[in-house]
């Protein structure tokens, strides 16, 4: 699968070099090493990095609004195959659907919501507080980027520009004027909490590019996998999604993944022992959950899915799906195609 995390890192630098910024020297201005991002598809970067990221990007631009106008700029495919998964969706509804649950795929910091009334919606951020505290640039930034890009992604599904009824962030802005004319909204006010409120006509709406067909494959390889939990859930959950995500799963060592949460190798396994797991047991349920989906697609055969999870051996696949199901690949492909999909 993409690798989430570089596929947003890959847009953002994209928009900085429309600004005129080499994205050599923010990389490097950022901490982070710029050559690997092309050569590494497993590539990611840390909290503080990210951090410094959006923080000397704002300042090399000279745009307190970075993140803003990086969220005014940004198109659906820039995001891979979460904004596929988002433009087969077949309603407005749907679509914002999928988007909430896939916005854990591009920040550990917010979660978002969707919540019907009478006459409208509204679509909520839920920030990691602890997170937002400290990491404010990423707070800012993101928050910003998210919140406008929800409008403009709803634009490029309808072909139509979307007008939000009132827009409510939790701190001052700088500069009120420029978030009316992106937010499109003379309702821009300070609230407790980030909120986007629409018409609820927009909801049944059709979406011009759905493609339910497409939208049925991507999600099986993601949508239906991921384990969502909230800001407080534990360890093992955050493991799990960021394996689930990640193309390159057997390159990934425990080591590694300590390293891209900023945590050390001893104080991660501490934490999933707690959790009463460890590192390997949550690597092979993601390897048997991945297994169960790919082996649905009668492209892939038994030889491409072993090698697609990492085993060096065709038999040492079989040793582990036997385990995992009490049979053969074989076996389990017929069951599912005959309307019988085992449970596990």
């Not at 709803?154 to 001052?172: N, R």
């Not at 799990?240 to 991660?268: K, Q």
């Amino acid at each position: 699968m993409e690798n989430i995390q570089r596929q947003f890192i890959m847009a953002l630098l994209a928009y900085a070099v429309q600004r005129d910024v080499n994205p050599a020297q923010l990389c490097s201005l950022a901490d982070i090493d710029y050559k690997a991002i092309h050569q590494h598809p497993d590539f990611h970067i840390t909290p503080q990095q990210q951090e410094q990221l959006w923080k000397q990007a704002s300042q090399v631009t000279r745009d307190p609004l970075f993140g803003l106008h990086f969220g005014e700029s940004l198109q659906l495919a820039a995001l891979g195959v979460v904004g596929q998964i988002i433009q087969t969706s077949a309603t407005i509804s749907e679509a914002l659907t999928n988007a909430c649950a896939l916005v854990k795929l591009t920040t550990d910091m917010f979660d978002m919501q969707i919540r019907h009334g009478k006459n409208s919606f509204s679509i909520h951020l839920l920030t990691d507080k602890k997170m937002a505290a400290s990491y404010p640039f990423t707070y800012r930034h993101t928050a910003d980027y998210l919140m406008v890009f929800v409008i403009h992604e709803m634009d490029g599904l309808l072909l139509e520009k979307t007008i939000p009824v009132e827009v409510s962030l939790p701190y001052y802005q700088a500069e009120p004027y420029e978030y009316t004319r992106v937010f499109r909204c003379a309702a821009v006010r300070r609230g407790d909490a980030f909120v986007l409120e629409f018409p609820a006509r927009y909801l049944d709406l059709p979406v011009l590019s759905a493609n339910y067909e497409l939208q049925h494959l991507l999600l099986q390889k993601m949508n239906t996998l991921l384990q969502q939990s909230a800001p407080a859930a534990g360890w093992r959950n955050r493991i799990y999604n960021y394996l689930l995500t990640n193309s390159y799963l057997h390159t990934l060592s425990l080591e590694a993944v300590a390293r891209n949460f900023n945590i050390s190798t001893r104080s991660l396994q501490r934490k999933l022992k707690e959790e009463g797991c460890t590192y390997l047991e949550i690597v092979d349920e993601v390897r048997k959950n991945l297994a169960i989906n790919y082996l649905t697609n009668r492209q892939l055969s038994v030889k491409d899915v072993t090698y697609i999870l990492g085993y060096n051996e065709q038999s040492a696949f079989l040793r582990a799906f036997k385990r995992w199901t009490g049979g053969t690949p074989g076996s389990y492909r017929k069951k599912a195609e005959a309307g019988n999909r085992p449970a596990i």
